[in-house]
Each structure stands twice: as C-alpha cells, then as structure tokens.
C-alpha cells in the first residue's frame, strides 16, 4: 500500500531555533513530493515541489531535501518564527497520467516566544 | 488568499440529509480537486475534475457525487449523511490536468449532528 509517513508527529521549539522534519515515502512509481503548510483551519499553502531529480530546494527559511533512492525527505526551517506553528505535510504524486496524491498525516510545529 | 472561494464557510446539518458544497477555483485554472479532512487525520483525495470531465477518483463514497459546470466551478454534493462524514472538505485548483502545483480554498467544515 501507497504510504507517506512523518515524524515527529508534533514539535515544540523555541523561537529562532532551527527544525527538521521527516518525511518518508513508500509510494511507487514517483513523480514528485511536494511539502505544505497549513494553519489551523485553513488551506494548505505549497511550500517546495521536487521531482525525483532534485535533491534540494529552498523556499526563503524553509530547505526542503530528497534522497530519492532512500525514499526520504526533509524539510529544515531555519531561525523559527512564531508564524511558523502550523502542521507540515508532506505529499506525494503517485504515478504518472494522473493527480492522485498521498498525503502523510502531518507534523503539528509549535513555536514559543 | 489563493484565490480559490468555496462556500459555504460552514455548514451544520443532521444524519440523513444532503448538503452541496461549491468551489470555485482560480482565473484560468482548468482542474478542480475534492480533498476531506476528518479531525486528526490527513487530507484524503476524493475526486479530480479538469475542464468539465471526471479525471481521477480517490476514497469517495457512493453517497458523494461532484460535478464541474462550464464556467469551471464544482459542487460536491453529499447525500444520506453520517456522523463520521463531519469534517473539512477542501478544494484545490491547478491550471493543468497534473503536475501542477495545487492551490488551495479555505475549506468548508461539515458537521453532522
């Protein structure tokens, strides 16, 4: 079965420490991994979106890495703010030919002042 | 705002009933997706259309149906409701059939009493 798996499954840090959130993946064939951010109640807003060929991308404070042959990613947010708190998903495209994606369940980030 | 409006923002009903939800997606996205978010657990694809056809079918139930009109906005339509169908139901809209970045609406929380 097609799975997304994140850890931790919530984080508490303080601010204007740095982060990293895990990411790994089962899904199979692969086309991309996208990770997303979303506040409480709200939309998820895309952060980084990487293809089987890319090993990192960054977002202004926010590096996302994948290491596709293990099948892992991350996503590194550096010098938190208190506006970062919100869950983090990572998501990934299943095949090719359609737009089924996989989410994973999520990290929930807390940031203290 | 990522441009995409769904409505309404919230919707309470009981066991039994049918509600509609509406979306519409951003100027000159052709693809609109169905996502729902039950409390605590990740976001499940429920249905993809592009341009006016269906494309991509996730966990959708019987009971749920969603169509996209000419002007490309969507509705799903939820019957026979249940206890377990409460939950945020998201729509996202890209501007190709896939491989495009998702942007996604506010969400409209369903709660069934």
């Known amino acids: 079965k097609n799975q997304v798996e994140q850890s931790p499954q919530s984080l508490i840090i303080l601010e204007g420490k740095n982060c990293t959130l895990q990411?790994?993946?089962?899904?199979?064939?692969?086309?991309?991994l996208r990770w997303y951010k979303q506040d409480t109640g709200r939309g998820p807003v895309s952060l980084t979106i990487?293809?089987?060929?890319?090993n990192t991308k960054s977002n202004g404070r926010y590096t996302a890495t994948l290491d596709a042959d293990t099948k892992q990613s991350s996503l590194h947010i550096t010098a938190s703010q208190l506006s970062d708190s919100a869950s983090y998903i990572c998501?990934?495209?299943?095949?090719?030919?359609?737009?089924?994606?996989?989410f994973g369940t999520g990290t929930r980030l807390t940031i203290i002042p | 705002d990522s441009g995409v409006t769904q409505t309404p923002k919230h919707l309470i009903t009981a066991t039994g009933q049918r509600v509609t939800l509406r979306c519409s997606p951003r100027?000159?996205?052709?693809?609109v997706y169905w996502y729902q978010q039950s409390l605590d657990q990740g976001l499940q694809f429920l249905i993809q259309?592009?341009?006016?056809?269906?494309?991509a079918k996730g966990n959708i139930l019987e009971r749920f149906s969603a169509q996209q009109f000419p002007d490309l906005h969507s509705e799903l339509n939820l019957s026979s409701l249940e206890l377990g169908d409460s939950a945020l139901y998201f729509c996202?809209?890209?501007?190709?059939?896939?491989?495009?970045?998702?942007?996604f609406g506010p969400g409209t929380r369903l709660t069934v009493l």
């Open positions: 998501v990934v495209r299943v095949n090719f030919g359609n737009e089924k994606l996989t």
């Open positions: 100027s000159g996205d052709l693809s």
């Open positions: 990487m293809t089987f060929s890319e």
């Open positions: 259309y592009y341009n006016g056809e269906e494309r």
């Open positions: 996202a809209s890209s501007i190709q059939e896939f491989g495009n970045e998702q942007f």
């Open positions: 990411c790994n993946y089962t899904v199979s064939p692969f086309s991309n």
